[in-house]
């Protein structure tokens, strides 16, 4: 099953039965400039795969955020492993984040997570939420990871 096509379907699982029963799966490699910028910064990543999980797309989906206006679109969620190449990446000293100017997407270098009943370390998407403020990512906290690198995924 493609991709996009596994987020889709627990998306709709979700919407449907308020849960679903997919495992945490690989939604490809991770980027060249992220590899870099954590090589060259000192964070550590714990896989060379950026994953995704029913726990997290749930997280992005939460009635507190839908309250707020905050839930990207579904069609933004399935898309994300192919429109990453083209988002912006940042970095604020916990996690990386990609956005594309209307949302953004969290990723955290090094989540521990229970897969096959062993606790892993992974690049997993955490959550993704509309931008409220596109002034943000001008704050201090936040440096942007160089695009002049080849954004294909990671030659580990």
Request: hydrophobic share 35%.
């Amino acid at each position: 099953m493609a991709t996009e096509e596994l987020i889709s379907t627990i998306l709709i699982d979700i919407h449907q039965k308020g849960y679903s029963s997919v495992l945490p799966f690989s939604i490809g490699k991770i980027e060249k400039r992220m590899e870099q910028f954590a090589r060259d910064n000192n964070v550590n990543l714990g896989s060379d795969e950026l994953y995704m999980s029913v726990k997290q797309l749930q997280h992005s989906m939460r009635s507190s955020k839908n309250a707020k206006g905050l839930v990207v679109a579904d069609e933004d969620l399935i898309n994300f492993p192919k429109n990453r190449f083209s988002m912006d990446l940042y970095y604020d000293g916990k996690c990386f984040i990609y956005t594309d100017g209307q949302s953004k997407f969290i990723v955290h270098p090094n989540y521990k997570m229970k897969v096959n009943r062993e606790i892993v370390k992974l690049v997993n998407f955490i959550t993704a939420t509309k931008i409220k403020d596109p002034a943000e990512f001008t704050l201090p906290k936040y440096r942007k990871t160089e695009t002049d690198c080849n954004t294909e995924g990671s030659s580990r």
